[in-house]
Each structure stands twice: as structure tokens, then as C-alpha cells.
């Protein structure tokens, strides 16, 4: 009974004190340091004219961010992003402008940095593709877990019916086997065109 007294008495300051219990890898604390992101989808930023003291600052123009821009993010006292571009000058000349989107609090307009990620999906007319280079593989998704190793599959004909781009520039094919089962991603300078 006593141990159980302890123990409440203990959570219910960590409570009153404020101590978290846990620590979310996308809290606002983690977000007040920069970190690197791929912008998801449109988005209006504005460019602040700044003042002292900083509630007087205003918006002195707009920009519009586009689906695969890579930026650097952080969360301020003022604003809910401040946003750092490259082509977006922060803090030249006299007066030291920076960018913020004040929009959104949330982070469904950017996802962290990955290589992979993918810019574009287009399906593709169906074609025919033996393999290039034997060393390669056949992955889950572009840039994901390996399946096949194309040096098991030496006269294979891959049929593909699908493309997309990564961050990286690369370009993927899903192919599936023509007389199997294999089937995945490969980059598609790993496969030739046949007849």
C-alpha cells in the first residue's frame, strides 16, 4: 500500500512539474531545430519584413513552393515555419527578410528528407525489357527492400507497365516477369528494351 502511495504521489508531480513522460519524434521541440524536408504539395509561403519588437513585423510578399522542393524547416516563438530555400534569400541586403508559412501548424504539407521519395507515377505502354546488368536487383518499391537478383533471371522478359522518379533523379520500372511470378521495381538502367 505504501509503494502504491509512493508511486501516485510521484506521477502526479511528474504531471504538475510538467516533465514529459514521453518524447514524440515530431514534437515542437524536435521542430525547433531545422531539419531538412521534401515539400508534399503546393504551398503559399510568405516573406516577412521584420520589426522590432517582432508582433509589428509584416508580410512584404508571397511565394508558392511546388510537390519536390527541398527545404529546411523549423518552428518559432512567432511564426509556426520558418523556411529556408535555396533561390530564397534570408536576411540579404539592409533589412533582413525571411520566409515563414504561417498556414499550417501541422506538417501534412512536407515529409522529411528521403532520397527516395517519389516526384512522379505515370503508367507506361506496355513493353518488353531483358535485363542489362546482372549484378542488379528487383526491389519492394524504387530504393526498398530487395527481391530478385536479376542473375537468376538471365532470358527473362520483364513486361513494365508502370514508371516513377525519385528525389534522387532516378527513374523506376515495375516489372513482372512474363512466364513467372517476380515482379518489383528496377532502375531503368538496369533493363533494355526488346521487341
Known sequence: ???????LI?????ILLGIPTSV?????????FPRKVIVT????????HPVNPDYLSY?????????????????????????????????????????????????????????NYVLWSQKMQLAKYIRKNSTAWI???????RLHHLKNYPKTKWLATKQEKVENG???????SQHGTAKGWVW????KKVN
Do not use: Q
Request: charged share 20%; aromatic share 14%.
Open 139 to 145: 526491389y519492394s518499391k524504387p530504393g526498398g527492400k
Open 59 to 115: 508580410y512584404c510578399a508571397t511565394a508558392n513552393l511546388h510537390r519536390g522542393d527541398v527545404i529546411t524547416i523549423h518552428h518559432s516563438a512567432s511564426h509556426d515555419w520558418i523556411v529556408e530555400k535555396k533561390g530564397f534569400a534570408n536576411g540579404l541586403g539592409k533589412k533582413h527578410y525571411y520566409w515563414v508559412n504561417d498556414h499550417t501548424g501541422k506538417t501534412n504539407w512536407v515529409t522529411l528528407y528521403n532520397k
Open 188 to 191: 531503368r538502367g538496369n533493363v
Open 41 to 48: 504539395k503546393t504551398t503559399t509561403i510568405s516573406k516577412v
Open 1 to 7: 500500500m505504501r509503494k502504491l502511495r509512493i508511486t
Open 10 to 14: 510521484l506521477g502526479i508531480s511528474l
Open 24 to 32: 514524440s519524434a515530431h514534437s515542437f521541440n524536435w521542430w525547433s
Open 170 to 176: 532516378a527513374i523506376y520500372y515495375y516489372v513482372k
